[in-house]
């Protein structure tokens, strides 16, 4: 028990030390710019995403905890779904589900919810776009979005950009587009909540590996 107990003190020592010099190198987004977020987005802290659920670690959001307040439920409107290779076919749209959202529990399935350690640098900003395979409807709703909250200073410009694609591949121009909008290359939902080892390489955040549980999370919808 003593040697589990030290391991986690290890862990946790080095994932503040990482986070400093992260921080000196000046990849981490900048708390006071978080703090005045455009209305479109939603910020929920100490989050992990598994298989594209948001599990919330928050008193706030546990049941048995007494600062619970309510079930977190997310709504999103009038965000249009289409499928890669047919976004200009007619009929094949329909309007986008609201996210899984739940609170954690004594019956996580992999270690890494069942002892989450959140990341204090990594920020994914995860975007719900409408005809997200359209290449002028992303262009003129969603970068040109990302492009003006970002002159105007309300978005951080080294956040990790997250594509909910229901599970489909990024077109090219996703990252091509999106580029000029943070120094790391753009990522899935379902890719990044996917339950593969920590250790692997990535290149969607500042950790330089596969991250699930951050200090903050935010959500953007983008009609």
């Not at 939603?42 to 919330?56: A, E, R, W």
């Not at 997310?74 to 976004?87: A, K």
């Not at 009929?91 to 350690?117: K, M, N, Y």
Request: one cysteine or more; hydrophobic letters at 40%; a neutral charge.
């Amino acid at each position: 028990m003593a040697h589990t107990a030290d391991r986690w003190l290890l862990s946790a020592a080095a994932l503040w030390l990482h986070w400093l010099l992260l921080t000196h190198a000046g990849l981490c987004p900048d708390t006071s710019v978080l703090s005045r977020l455009p209305t479109q987005c939603q910020k929920f802290s100490k989050v992990c995403l598994d298989q594209n659920v948001y599990v919330l670690y928050q008193n706030q959001a546990n049941p048995r905890h007494e600062l619970f307040r309510s079930i977190t439920k997310l709504q999103l409107r009038n965000i249009t779904v289409d499928y890669y290779g047919f976004g200009d076919v007619w009929g094949t749209h329909f309007e986008h589900p609201p996210p899984l959202v739940r609170p954690a529990t004594g019956g996580e399935e992999t270690r890494e919810l069942a002892h989450p350690q959140f990341s204090r640098c990594s920020t994914p900003m995860v975007i719900y776009s409408s005809h997200l395979y359209m290449y002028s409807r992303f262009f003129a709703h969603t970068v040109t979005a990302i492009n003006m909250m970002q002159q105007a200073g309300v978005l951080d410009n080294r956040l990790s950009l997250v594509l909910d694609t229901f599970g489909m591949k990024l077109q090219p121009f996703h990252s091509f587009l999106l580029a000029p909008f943070t120094p790391f290359d753009i990522t899935t939902l379902s890719h990044m909540s996917s339950r593969q080892l920590r250790e692997q390489p990535e290149s969607y955040s500042p950790d330089g590996q596969h991250t699930r549980c951050f200090w903050c999370v935010v959500l953007w919808t983008l009609q």
